[in-house]
C-alpha cells in the first residue's frame, strides 16, 4: 500500500523542463497556457550560471562571492561526464573527430576520469546535482512546492554513459522522475508549435561545449527529426579562446564578455567582429561539416552559398563543384567513423526551409551570417536561443502529465521512433478478414509479418539493448572531470 501511495504522489507531483548548459542552465513551467522560465531566488534572473564553487569538504553554486583559500571554481564539466579516462584522453588528443561508438564512456565507477584541484578530486555527477539543486530550490521558492518530475535535455550526441550520468545527478538532487531527451527534440517542439505547414527545418543547437546539428520534418502538428550530426568538442568556449587568439592579454572571463559584447556592438576596445570571424575561421567550418553531414544523412541539399571569400561574381558551376566536394568530404567522414554501416550519398530530394538557431553561442553575428548563407534561408527568432531547449522541456513535462488535449498537442519523434511506428501503422493497416486468411493458411502468416518488418533486426536488438541499459534502477557516483582540465 505504501509503494502504491508513493506512485500516487510521484505521478501527481509537479513536474518542470530543465536546460542543464555547459555554460548557464535554466529551468521552466507549464503554466497560464505557455511556458515560463523561473527566475532565480537569489536575483531574480532567468538563467543560472553553471559554475560551482568545490572545497575539499562541500560543493556549492558560485553566486559571484569572494573565494576562500580553500576553495576552486570549476565550470565547463558537461563535456566530460560520464567518460572514462581512454575516452576523455581520445577526444583532448583528437578534438576536431566528430564522432564515437556508442559503447563508449565509462562503465562502472573505476573508470570513470577525475580532475584533480587544489582541493581534491571532483566529479560531474556531484557537480550537475548541485546545479540541479539550486534550479529546483528556485522552483520550490516561486511555486510553493519542489518539483519530484522533470525533463532534462541533452545534446543528441551524448553518449548513452552520459545520459545515465546525467540521470544519475538528477536523482541525487532529489527528482524521483526524470526524462532525459535530446535539445534539438525539445527546441523543435518549442519552435514548432508556431508551424502547421509541410516544411523541412535545421535545428542549430550550439551550447557552450557542445554542437547538434538536426534536420526536423515538420507538419501539422507533429514533428519528425529525421537525421542528427553533431560535435561533442565544438562549443561557445572554443569562440571564446578564440577571443583570446586576437588579443592574448584578455583573461577567460574578459574574454567572454568581449564575445557578448560583439553580439550587439561591431568592435570593441582591442577585438573586432571581423577580428573574431577571421579567428574562428576552422571553427565555422565545422559548423557548416555538421550541417552538411545532417544534410547528407536527412536527404537533404543545401542551397546557400558556401563559406568563401571568393568574389561574388564565382560561376555557378564552380559554386557547385565545390559543394559537392564537401559534400563528398563529409560522406567521407562518416563512412569511416561507422565502417559496419552501409551510407549511399543521396542527391537531395528537399531543400531546407527555415533554420532554428538554439544555444547562447548562436547569438554570435558569426555564426548567424555563417549559417544563412550556408542553407540561403533566414534565421527564426520565434524563441530565445537561451530559452528554446527549456521551454520545449516544459512542453514535454505538461505532456507527459496528460494536461495537453489531443487536439493541441505538438509531437516530436525520433527517426528510430517513426520508423517504429510506420512499421506498427502498416501492420495494423491489415483487415480481420486478411488476417484471418493469413492465420489459415499454414503458417504464411508469420512470413507475412516477417515481410512487413522494416526494422533492421540486428540494429533493433542493439538499440533495444541500449534502452533497457538505460532504464536500471541503480545509480553509482561517477569519478567525472572538468573536460578543459582533465590535465591528460
Known sequence: MRDLLAIIATANALSIGIDLGTSTSCCAVFRDGAPELVPRRVDGRLLTPSVCVVSSDAIRLHENEALK?????????????????????????????????????????????????????????????????????????????????????????????????????????????????????????????????????????????????????????TAEVISTAGDLNLGGDDFTRAVIDVDPSLSLDEAERVKIELTVNKRTDTVTRSDLEKASSILLERCCDAAREACVLGDARLEGDELTDEAPAASTRAKRRKQAKQSQRALDDLRKSAPNIKIV?????????????????????????????????????????????????????????????????????????????????????????????????????????????????????????LAEEGEEEEFVDIDGDEFDKLGL
Open 69 to 221: 583559500d580553500n576553495e576552486v571554481l570549476v565550470t565547463s564539466w558537461k563535456r566530460a561526464i560520464g567518460l572514462d579516462e581512454a575516452t576523455a584522453a581520445w577526444r583532448v588528443e583528437e578534438p576536431t573527430k566528430k564522432r564515437l561508438r556508442l559503447d563508449d564512456g565509462a562503465k562502472d565507477e573505476d573508470n570513470y576520469v577525475g580532475v584533480v584541484t587544489t582541493v581534491g578530486r571532483v566529479k560531474p555527477v556531484d557537480l550537475s546535482s548541485c546545479v540541479l539543486d539550486s534550479l529546483l530550490s528556485d522552483c520550490e521558492a516561486y511555486l510553493g512546492e519542489r518539483p519530484k518530475n522533470a525533463v532534462i535535455g541533452v545534446p543528441a550526441c551524448f553518449l548513452p554513459s552520459q545520459r545515465r550520468a546525467t540521470e544519475a545527478a538528477a536523482r541525487k538532487a532529489g527528482l524521483q522522475k526524470v526524462q532525459i531527451a535530446n535539445e534539438p527534440e525539445l527546441a523543435a517542439r518549442a519552435h514548432g508549435t508556431a508551424q502547421h505547414d509541410e516544411r523541412l527545418a535545421m535545428v542549430f543547437d550550439l551550447g557552450g561545449g557542445t554542437l547538434d546539428v538536426s534536420l526536423v520534418d515538420v507538419g501539422g502538428r
Open 345 to 465: 550519398q543521396q542527391q537531395g530530394s528537399r531543400t531546407v526551409d527555415d533554420l532554428v538557431l538554439v544555444g547562447a553561442a548562436t547569438k554570435m553575428p558569426c555564426v548567424q551570417k555563417c549559417l544563412s548563407k550556408l542553407t540561403g534561408v533566414p534565421y527564426r527568432k520565434a524563441v530565445d536561443p537561451d530559452r528554446a531547449v527549456a521551454f520545449g522541456a516544459a512542453l514535454q513535462a505538461r505532456a507527459n502529465d496528460g494536461e495537453i488535449a489531443a487536439e493541441d498537442d505538438f509531437v516530436v519523434v525520433g527517426a528510430f521512433q517513426a520508423e517504429v511506428l510506420r512499421h506498427f501503422a502498416q501492420a495494423n493497416s491489415v483487415d480481420d478478414e486478411d488476417l484471418g486468411a493469413l492465420e489459415d493458411d499454414d503458417g504464411d502468416f508469420e512470413a507475412y509479418l516477417e515481410d512487413l518488418d522494416e526494422v533492421d533486426d540486428e540494429e533493433f536488438e542493439r538499440l533495444l539493448a
